[in-house]
């Protein structure tokens, strides 16, 4: 029993003399016995997409609001609609345009995971089903994929800030967006 606390008592003295010397002196650079990958390779790669993953992930929102325009892309959304998350209507992620929903004129956009977003966004990878039409509202997490160019009106160009519904969909998008991802030929 001594013999166990002696041992217990010189390993954390060994410890404190290591988390003494971390906080005495300015903090150098961790050695590595093997080079740095370099920014092309495989290990580099995968490190950004987990950057990306875990930063997607963080700035994720909820994309509740009226479709403005279907193209084969995706949806462009005003969002905002907070009144849409009530019972029934969050049974499904598309709500019939005949629906009564408000939006609320006072409501902010928090920097937090997961709350409502504000304004016009443009929807990438969304579900097949069911079908969305214009006027319909959406109820759908989706995840911050770069920026769109959107024209409400001939001649006019607005960009607005686009999200996927997929969290795979929206690393790869900003990946691509970054150079790092070849796009894949369709039918592949």
């Known amino acids: 029993m001594k013999l166990l606390m002696l041992f217990s008592l010189l390993a954390l003295a060994g410890c404190a003399h290591k988390i003494s010397a971390v906080h005495t002196g300015e903090i150098a650079p961790a050695k590595s016995d093997t080079a740095p990958a370099p920014p092309d390779s495989p290990v580099a790669g995968s490190v950004r997409a987990e950057q990306i993953r875990t930063d997607c992930i963080k700035g994720r929102r909820l994309i509740c609001g009226r479709v403005l325009k279907v193209s084969p892309d995706g949806l462009v ?79 006019v160009e607005k960009t607005i800030r686009k999200f996927s519904a997929g969290l795979e969909t929206a690393v790869r998008l900003k990946l691509q967006a970054e150079g790092q991802f070849k796009a894949e030929p369709p039918g592949s």
Request: net charge negative; glycine share 8%.
């Open 77 to 155: 959304v005003e969002s905002g609609y907070t009144d849409l998350l009530r019972p029934p209507l969050t049974q499904s992620w598309v709500v019939p345009g005949t629906a009564t929903a408000s939006r609320d004129p006072a409501v902010l956009e928090l920097n937090e995971a997961g709350t409502p977003c504000i304004g016009p966004v443009f929807l990438t990878d969304i579900p097949k089903r069911p079908k969305v039409n214009n006027y319909d509202y959406v109820i759908i997490t989706g995840y911050p994929a770069g920026q769109y160019a959107y024209s409400p009106a001939p001649g």
